[in-house]
């Protein structure tokens, strides 16, 4: 008698189609799970965004620089393959928002740019006096009577004004989402605010009962540092695509290969056929799509199934990253970078001080200056030639920074469609899109940037819940 093998499938090989694969390998070892194991990646390398280059001594990520270091999915998955001792905290320093043609410096105990203390949000010039009586009500307004999902804009308007929202929110998760906060779902992106306000009222002072008090310092003020909020790997983010590439021995990994269809199998040996770019048909019992949602969504079209999330808006960026002589660039702040407020004229919408917040990744007696173009509304730019873009950006900084030569060289990587737009309703899309496919397509899962979370760890997180889920449906009890 023959024994069942069942075939998992990953689609996507980003960090979430990665995740799930070492996650399945590890449970397929665990628990002597006898299967076949298959990774498809459409383009000629694994690791999606997260792309360093090293040159001249730099270390440059062309996509994402760091992660989130609460969200400890993506640290634990770094230490698991051996990569912990890689592990590099920023440099912490201040953060600045550019408005008005002055960077502000951002006013300590801001959480996503929502004060929580009183004295440097009083003493802010980011703000006029108007502008901070309007968020201080916040502390009398009641709660919302809306109903259902609505947008970050609309909600942090009503509880702080227009005006911290347009030199303070807005800067800041523009920064992440790069799209509309006027359009980006609370729901998909922030819902423990809305928790917060359903619960406490005042969203400010909501924060305050709920954030931990911070211990009490050991050292001195002057000696006291800051705790870090993000990590990275000091040999580049990238150093952990190749381990996990290298680990993933249990799988086998086609690259340069897209999936165009799916049918469901003709046979009853496996559940489902895919259809391949290179004119090859493999077989499937489970799979888990991690590529964007409008990739999946056209190999589902003839079933008329993904409709609803097809047509998401996804916003293309760049990253401009540019070397200089130290003593070419003048008048660079201590600290990290800052962030653009939408109202000034400007076409970068944010610059990172690389050297200042990464000094591992850049040579001594060098400057390095991580800009990004592109956002909602705004993303012609990112379709002009490379020295159209870096001309831009340099007039850009010229204006806020004395830098007085070109650069050394410059990479500017585009990132087409990159950033999902998590719109008004997103999760009751994803409400109805998965449940079509637990009906018509059972063993099929959806997991990535474009559905539950567009952070490293949120990406790592979805591709490790779909792993599980992918092997309880072919191995009920694991």
């Excluded at 359903?198 to 001195?220: D, Q, V, W, Y």
């Excluded at 899962?445 to 779909?466: F, H, K, M, T, V």
Aim: glycine share 8%; hydrophobic share 40%.
């Amino acid at each position: 008698m023959t024994t069942f093998k069942p075939k998992v499938v990953i689609i996507g090989g980003g960090i979430t189609g990665l995740a799930a694969a070492y996650k399945i390998q590890n449970q397929v070892k665990e628990q002597n799970i006898n299967a076949d194991l298959t990774l498809i990646e459409a383009n000629h390398r694994l690791g999606g965004k997260i792309q360093t280059a090293v040159r001249d001594g730099f270390v440059i990520e062309k996509g994402p620089d760091s992660f989130l270091e609460r969200k400890k999915s993506m640290e634990r998955l770094i230490r698991e393959v051996g990569l912990g001792d890689q592990l590099v905290p920023n440099s912490t320093g201040q953060a600045f928002i550019l408005t008005n043609d002055k960077l502000h410096p951002m006013p300590g105990g801001s959480i996503m740019g929502i004060p929580t203390k009183i004295k440097p949000f009083m003493t802010t010039d980011l703000l006029s006096v108007t502008g901070k009586l309007r968020a201080a009500g916040d502390f009398v307004l009641p709660r919302s009577k809306t109903e259902g999902d609505q947008s970050l804009g609309s909600f942090f308007r009503r509880r702080l004004g227009d005006e911290i929202v347009e030199n303070l929110i807005e800067p800041l998760l523009s920064g992440i989402y790069a799209g509309d906060i006027d359009q980006i779902s609370l729901m998909s992106t922030f819902p423990q605010y809305h928790q917060l306000e359903k619960e406490h009222r005042s969203l400010i002072a909501g924060i305050k009962k709920t954030t931990p008090a911070a211990p009490l310092p050991k050292k001195p003020l002057d000696q006291q540092r800051k705790k870090s909020l993000f990590l990275t790997l000091s040999t580049g983010l990238e150093s952990l695509i190749t381990r996990l590439e290298e680990v993933l021995t249990d799988f086998t990994v086609q690259k340069g290969v897209r999936v165009e269809g799916i049918t469901e199998g003709v046979s009853s040996a496996h559940r489902y056929n895919l259809q391949l770019s290179s004119g090859a048909v493999i077989e499937a019992d489970t799979i888990i799509f991690t590529v964007p949602h409008y990739t999946a969504a056209s190999v589902f079209e003839e079933h008329d199934l993904l409709k609803e999330i097809a047509d998401v808006p996804a916003t293309s960026v760049a990253t401009v990253a540019m070397a200089f002589p130290e003593d070419q660039v003048k008048n660079v702040h201590d600290g990290t970078g800052f962030v653009v407020s939408r109202n000034s004229d400007y076409t970068i919408t944010a610059c990172t001080w690389t050297h200042n917040k990464w000094p591992h990744t850049v040579p001594d007696g060098k400057v390095l200056l991580r800009c990004y173009v592109g956002r909602a509304g705004d993303e012609a730019v990112v379709d002009l030639s490379d020295s159209q873009i870096e001309q831009i950006v340099l007039e850009d900084l010229k204006k806020i920074m004395d830098v007085e030569a070109k650069p050394e060289f410059t990479i500017v990587t585009r990132w087409k469609r990159a950033m999902p737009q998590y719109t008004v309703g997103h999760r009751q899309r994803m409400s109805v899109v998965r449940a079509e496919l637990e009906q018509k397509f059972p063993g099929v899962y959806l997991a990535g940037a474009s559905y539950d979370g567009i952070g490293l760890p949120d990406c790592i997180d979805q591709g490790e819940l779909a792993a599980l889920k992918a092997l309880a449906f072919v191995k009920p009890g694991v």
